[in-house]
């Protein structure tokens, strides 16, 4: 989707149609008030005081009508320039726009503002030339938004559309969201029962039901393989941590306004955990290594609490109760090279078995004339930065560089994948640290018997599974390749007095060869249960009748698909055993 505020004349078109729509509601609504009506990414808003009024579905349709009305007119978009005086008497019946006004920076001695016939808003511009520009446009949605986003103040309601220069682009768009709400997360994770929320729990905070529970499982047991041959440790460490132990990470100067608030028990002070870095360090500092020892690698399927702002909470994709795939490697200086290279190929080898290839590679440096934000040491900034990029042009992989991104610690890479619809999201990343070591008094014994400092990786493959998960849903509109899903097959009898017994026979086979399968023997008609099994979006479908059962044979159709193919009990179980341990894509990949 075309990203509006990227692209100077869109930006202008969007905010020029947010004023068209207030004049729409306007004329509709004559007791209406305007807060602010920006030009966003996705388009434009405008949100509006209606007093007592309620915006209902079928009123989007009404303004829209009244807008093209107002275009029609082809009215000129005048700028005026007041002063503050001026300004304040013109909007004095206008309490929002009296805010606005009166809390402008008193060098600003000119305020400007924009009328198109019967519309006067405040606003600094720019805008089209005239209201006929304004053709091909949408209202999207509506919703509440408090005033300046404090939930103290009055709800006022909020109007999203989209505006483009041509019918086409408009069309495009148009089909770009309806995409996006067929695949988002939320909505196919709620029909399928993967999981769920809840206001007595709190926001930003998932409940994995069972089929989500399942599905993360598989996903623990993939990763974990994958770093068991790669010699990885694995821990269970608290979801708390006291005060002190993020005061000597540094955490609590650089991050805390990212927790959640302290909680004293007896005469402690802890905070719920928004990393695991610093529990790690402390089970590599539990007792004394030789260089031989390194690398050691910890990891952890860690839940870890973050606080994010409500209005940035969405479904699984940002949470603030999250599980993260992480670890630590803690390594000599001579090994950085080697085992940075190591994780970057994990990440290449686990985005080639999901089919993830629409990614690029950030790394993440440091601003270094932010001196608070970073940690103030420009040899190890130095050291590290160059490091990073070494290996990186080794590899021979494509990354671009992002100033002011880094953690305090330091740099880092992210990867930033493309999903099917939205914008880009980072999944996987790889951190350099040199000073965390340094903080908890992290050494091993160097061939001279001297103690050197070790150098930690940061990283994470998946992410969190949250997120990961999230981005599968939308990738697959919920249609899992037969590993992952909740439910691998579904046993359905033709006539379920005559077949049910031979169809539990191949239910119990499927059972004994670790095949989650179900067997729907209801009193309904077989187009029905052949129905749900699409809706449900489960691979296999087995459908049983006098010739299977005679025969001793399995008639299945894979999801998506109408044709059904006819094999021996043995072959059926091959296949589907086979492309469970293969974890296979696509259907006989």
């Given at each position: 989707m075309i990203n509006i505020k990227e692209n100077e004349r869109l930006e202008m078109l969007n905010h020029s149609c947010a004023h068209l729509l207030a004049q729409a509601v306007q004329h509709l609504y004559p007791q209406a008030k305007f807060w602010v009506g920006p030009a966003i990414e996705e388009g434009f808003y405008y949100d509006i005081d209606l007093g007592d009024e309620v915006i209902k579905e079928e009123d989007l349709e009404r303004i829209e009508k009244e807008m093209k009305k107002c275009a029609k007119d082809g009215k000129k978009i005048i700028r005026h320039e007041l002063s503050k005086e001026e300004a304040l008497e013109k909007f004095k019946d206008d309490p929002y726009k009296i805010d606005l006004i009166s809390r402008m920076d008193e060098n600003e001695t000119v305020i400007s503002c924009y009328s198109q016939g019967d519309f006067t808003d405040l606003c600094r511009g720019p805008h089209v030339e005239t209201t006929k520009e304004i053709k091909y446009f949408k209202?999207?949605?509506?919703?509440?938004?408090?005033?300046?986003?404090?939930?103290?103040?009055?709800?006022?309601?909020?109007?999203?559309?989209?505006?483009?220069?041509?019918?086409?682009?408009?069309?495009?768009?148009?089909?770009?969201?309806?995409?996006?709400?067929?695949?988002?997360?939320?909505?196919?994770?709620?029909?399928?029962?993967?999981?769920?929320?809840?206001?007595?729990?709190?926001?930003?905070?998932?409940?994995?039901?069972?089929?989500?529970?399942?599905?993360?499982?598989?996903?623990?047991?993939?990763?974990?393989?994958?770093?068991?041959?790669?010699?990885?440790?694995?821990?269970?460490?608290?979801?708390?941590?006291?005060?002190?132990?993020?005061?000597?990470?540094?955490?609590?100067?650089?991050?805390?306004?990212?927790?959640?608030?302290m909680m004293k028990v007896d005469e402690e002070e802890f905070v719920l955990r928004p990393m695991n870095c610093p529990h790690h360090m402390l089970i590599y500092g539990n007792k004394l290594h030789s260089y031989r020892d390194l690398p050691i690698r910890i990891g952890e399927f860690a839940t870890d609490f973050r606080y994010e702002a409500s209005g940035a909470v969405k479904g699984l994709e940002r949470v603030r109760c999250m599980c993260q795939n992480d670890a630590h490697l803690f390594v000599r200086p001579d090994q950085i090279g080697e085992e940075f290279q190591k994780v970057v190929r994990l990440i290449l080898d686990v985005y080639e078995d999901f089919g993830i290839k629409n990614y690029k590679f950030r790394l993440s440096l440091r601003d270094?004339?932010?001196?608070e934000k970073y940690f103030d040491d420009d040899k190890m900034w130095d050291e590290a930065e160059a490091k990073l990029r070494e290996v990186l042009n080794g590899l021979g992989v494509d990354y671009f560089e992002a100033v002011g991104e880094a953690a305090f610690y330091g740099p880092k890479l992210d990867v930033e994948v493309k999903p099917a619809v939205g914008p880009e999201v980072t999944l996987s990343t790889c951190q350099l640290d040199f000073l965390l070591p340094r903080r908890f008094e992290l050494n091993y014994i160097d061939s001279n018997g001297e103690k050197q400092i070790p150098v930690v990786l940061h990283r994470a493959i998946f992410g969190t599974f949250d997120r990961f998960t999230a981005f599968l849903i939308e990738e697959t509109k919920g249609v899992f390749p037969t590993w992952l899903s909740p439910v691998q097959a579904s046993v359905i009898p033709v006539n379920p007095e005559l077949h049910q017994e031979y169809a539990e026979e191949v239910r119990d086979l499927l059972l004994a060869n670790n095949v989650r399968v179900e067997l729907d023997a209801r009193n309904e008609k077989l187009g029905y249960r052949l129905r749900e099994t699409q809706t449900r979006k489960i691979p296999y479908t087995i459908i049983l009748g006098d010739q299977e059962k005679d025969n001793k044979t399995i008639s299945y159709r894979l999801f998506?698909?109408?044709?059904?193919?006819?094999?021996?009990q043995e072959?059926?179980?091959?296949?589907?055993?086979?492309?469970?341990?293969?974890?296979?894509?696509?259907?006989?990949?």
């Amino acid at each position: 989707m075309i990203n509006i505020k990227e692209n100077e004349r869109l930006e202008m078109l969007n905010h020029s149609c947010a004023h068209l729509l207030a004049q729409a509601v306007q004329h509709l609504y004559p007791q209406a008030k305007f807060w602010v009506g920006p030009a966003i990414e996705e388009g434009f808003y405008y949100d509006i005081d209606l007093g007592d009024e309620v915006i209902k579905e079928e009123d989007l349709e009404r303004i829209e009508k009244e807008m093209k009305k107002c275009a029609k007119d082809g009215k000129k978009i005048i700028r005026h320039e007041l002063s503050k005086e001026e300004a304040l008497e013109k909007f004095k019946d206008d309490p929002y726009k009296i805010d606005l006004i009166s809390r402008m920076d008193e060098n600003e001695t000119v305020i400007s503002c924009y009328s198109q016939g019967d519309f006067t808003d405040l606003c600094r511009g720019p805008h089209v030339e005239t209201t006929k520009e304004i053709k091909y446009f949408k209202l999207l949605k509506f919703s509440g938004a408090y005033w300046k986003g404090d939930s103290k103040n009055k709800m006022l309601q909020r109007i999203y559309g989209v505006c483009f220069d041509n019918q086409e682009d408009l069309d495009n768009c148009l089909k770009e969201i309806a995409e996006a709400k067929e695949r988002d997360h939320r909505k196919i994770g709620k029909e399928q029962e993967i999981f769920m929320s809840h206001e007595l729990v709190g926001s930003g905070m998932p409940m994995w039901l069972p089929n989500g529970a399942l599905i993360r499982k598989q996903l623990e047991n993939y990763i974990y393989e994958k770093e068991q041959k790669q010699g990885y440790l694995h821990v269970y460490t608290p979801c708390v941590g006291t005060v002190d132990l993020y005061k000597t990470s540094g955490h609590w100067d650089h991050y805390k306004e990212n927790m959640f608030p302290m909680m004293k028990v007896d005469e402690e002070e802890f905070v719920l955990r928004p990393m695991n870095c610093p529990h790690h360090m402390l089970i590599y500092g539990n007792k004394l290594h030789s260089y031989r020892d390194l690398p050691i690698r910890i990891g952890e399927f860690a839940t870890d609490f973050r606080y994010e702002a409500s209005g940035a909470v969405k479904g699984l994709e940002r949470v603030r109760c999250m599980c993260q795939n992480d670890a630590h490697l803690f390594v000599r200086p001579d090994q950085i090279g080697e085992e940075f290279q190591k994780v970057v190929r994990l990440i290449l080898d686990v985005y080639e078995d999901f089919g993830i290839k629409n990614y690029k590679f950030r790394l993440s440096l440091r601003d270094p004339e932010d001196k608070e934000k970073y940690f103030d040491d420009d040899k190890m900034w130095d050291e590290a930065e160059a490091k990073l990029r070494e290996v990186l042009n080794g590899l021979g992989v494509d990354y671009f560089e992002a100033v002011g991104e880094a953690a305090f610690y330091g740099p880092k890479l992210d990867v930033e994948v493309k999903p099917a619809v939205g914008p880009e999201v980072t999944l996987s990343t790889c951190q350099l640290d040199f000073l965390l070591p340094r903080r908890f008094e992290l050494n091993y014994i160097d061939s001279n018997g001297e103690k050197q400092i070790p150098v930690v990786l940061h990283r994470a493959i998946f992410g969190t599974f949250d997120r990961f998960t999230a981005f599968l849903i939308e990738e697959t509109k919920g249609v899992f390749p037969t590993w992952l899903s909740p439910v691998q097959a579904s046993v359905i009898p033709v006539n379920p007095e005559l077949h049910q017994e031979y169809a539990e026979e191949v239910r119990d086979l499927l059972l004994a060869n670790n095949v989650r399968v179900e067997l729907d023997a209801r009193n309904e008609k077989l187009g029905y249960r052949l129905r749900e099994t699409q809706t449900r979006k489960i691979p296999y479908t087995i459908i049983l009748g006098d010739q299977e059962k005679d025969n001793k044979t399995i008639s299945y159709r894979l999801f998506g698909q109408k044709d059904t193919t006819t094999v021996s009990q043995e072959e059926f179980v091959k296949l589907i055993c086979d492309e469970i341990k293969n974890r296979s894509l696509r259907k006989n990949d």
